[in-house]
């Protein structure tokens, strides 16, 4: 069992940043692959980046390629996201995720997580 809470979320202007951070309870956090997920008003779930369980690998959704960064730090049971150069298209709650397959390497697809963080909401201003 995972319980998972995200911070860090809020207001930016575009081209600007944040940070968010996704902490774990539960001593396995350090054997899942991670992952973070967006959803905008009227939207579906949709991928955003994930990582492996030993932060070998990093995968990112297009949109985002190049300009977010996923990494964890398994001593502190937690997973960021670091957000640069933010557009107004990225306004969403933001969701970290476990993938509870057992796979070294993380799914895409929001079937494949199996515990979710209640979500922080990132706005972004033009």
């Known amino acids: 069992q995972v319980q998972l809470v995200e911070s860090g979320g809020g207001l930016a202007q575009a081209g600007g940043s944040l940070r968010l951070s996704c902490a774990a309870s539960?001593?396995?956090?350090?054997?899942?692959?991670m992952g973070w997920f967006r959803q905008a008003p009227g939207k579906e779930r949709e991928f955003v980046a994930s990582i492996t369980w030993n932060g070998g690998r990093e995968y990112y959704a297009d949109s985002v390629k190049g300009r977010f960064t996923i990494s964890r730090d398994n001593s502190r049971n937690t997973v960021y996201l670091q957000m640069n150069s933010l557009q107004p298209e990225d306004t969403a709650v933001y969701y970290c995720a476990a993938d509870i397959r057992g796979t070294y390497y993380p799914g895409r697809s929001t079937q494949e997580y199996g515990y979710w963080g209640q979500g922080t909401q990132v706005t972004v201003s033009s």
């Open positions: 539960g001593r396995t956090f350090s054997s899942y692959a």
